[in-house]
């Protein structure tokens, strides 16, 4: 068992920015992949940005590239999302995800085994 506990939501202005943290435990050592994932309101939970533990390769959807950089802390079992110029699109709960190697399943909320429960992040216009 995997368990992870996000943090660093809050409340901004739009254009404003934003760093999350994610703080993973327990049997990390079959963690290859670890993701962020966000999920507004009515609509369906999609990814933002997922990292690759032993490779460092990462991923982002379109719509946070050049916004948002996602980076790991190994010696902290820690994985970041750092968010800048954030838009009120933006809002919603965000998610960390861990799985094993998930290869092109990178975008896939089905895919990773693990999740936390959750960090708000709310930006205003």
């Known amino acids: 068992q995997v368990q992870l506990v996000e943090s660093g939501g809050g409340s901004v202005q739009a254009g404003g920015s934003l760093k999350l943290s994610c703080a993973a435990s327990?049997?990390?050592?079959?963690?290859?992949?670890m993701a962020w994932f966000r999920q507004a309101p009515g609509r369906e939970r999609e990814v933002v940005a997922s990292?690759?533990?032993?490779?460092?390769?990462?991923y982002y959807t379109a719509s946070v590239k050049g916004r948002f950089t996602i980076s790991q802390d190994i010696a902290k079992n820690t994985v970041y999302l750092q968010m800048f110029t954030l838009k009120p699109e933006d809002t919603a709960m965000y998610y960390c995800a861990a799985g094993g190697s998930l290869g092109w399943r990178w975008s896939v909320a089905g895919a990773y085994n693990y999740w936390g429960q959750g960090t708000q992040v709310t930006v205003s216009s």
């Open positions: 990292i690759d533990a032993r490779a460092a390769a990462t």
């Open positions: 327990g049997n990390v050592a079959s963690v290859n992949q």
